[in-house]
């Protein structure tokens, strides 16, 4: 019986070893890729690419200052991030139609702010919170950080710009 389950164990060693050069001397099969160690993410901002039209972004303060990120795109797709302190928070999207963006494209014009100052501040006042603000006019997009000593005709704008891009029904983006 021994010798037996002997023979039984060589054969089969024979068995296995023939089919390992077999299987060598087969034409190469091609290696799978390496998992990638890194996660690439695609952001709603490179899955649609167009140009930015208006932005517009709080930045925070010592307090309780709401902070939120706002972009407009020339297609009309509008890409809201609520950061802190804001009745939305995380990312939400809308669409502009294009005459809504055609009237905030005018009010700016209206305003010169192509002309105005890139940036209204004073670095010695800690506590204030900025107002990024930008507008696509002639195809150059204008961006201005307000924050101290600015005009009257861009503090308005800035306020009703923050009321119409708030104002606007956001869908939370499920993606993110």
């Given amino acids: ?11 089969l060693t024979l068995a296995a070893c023939k089919d390992k050069k077999a ?17 690439a993410m ?26 939120y990120k706002v972009k407009v795109y020339g297609s009309g797709f509008a890409l809201y991030e609520g950061i802190n302190f804001t ?13 809504e963006i055609d009237e905030i ?4 014009e209206a305003i010169s702010y192509d002309s105005l100052k890139d940036e209204y501040d004073d670095k010695n006042v800690m506590d204030l919170p900025s107002t990024y603000s930008a507008v696509r006019i002639d195809g150059k997009l ?7 000593d600015v005009p009257l005709a861009l503090k308005n704008f800035n306020e009703n710009l923050s009321v119409t891009l708030l104002e606007k029904k956001w869908v939370e983006y499920s993606e993110y």
Wanted: include cysteine; proline fraction near 9%; glycine fraction near 2%.
């Fill in 42 to 67: 695609q952001t709603p901002e490179q899955a649609f690419k167009d140009s930015i039209v208006i932005e517009f972004e709080k930045s925070p303060c010592f307090g309780r200052c709401p902070v």
């Fill in 142 to 148: 204008k961006r201005i950080k307000a924050r101290m």
């Fill in 87 to 99: 009745e939305k928070m995380g990312m939400y999207t809308t669409k502009f139609t294009k005459q």
């Fill in 23 to 39: 299987i060598a001397e087969a034409e190469p099969v091609a290696k799978p890729a390496p998992a990638p160690t890194t996660v």
């Fill in 1 to 11: 019986m021994k010798n037996l389950l002997y023979a039984a164990a060589v054969l």
């Fill in 105 to 108: 494209v005018k009010i700016a």
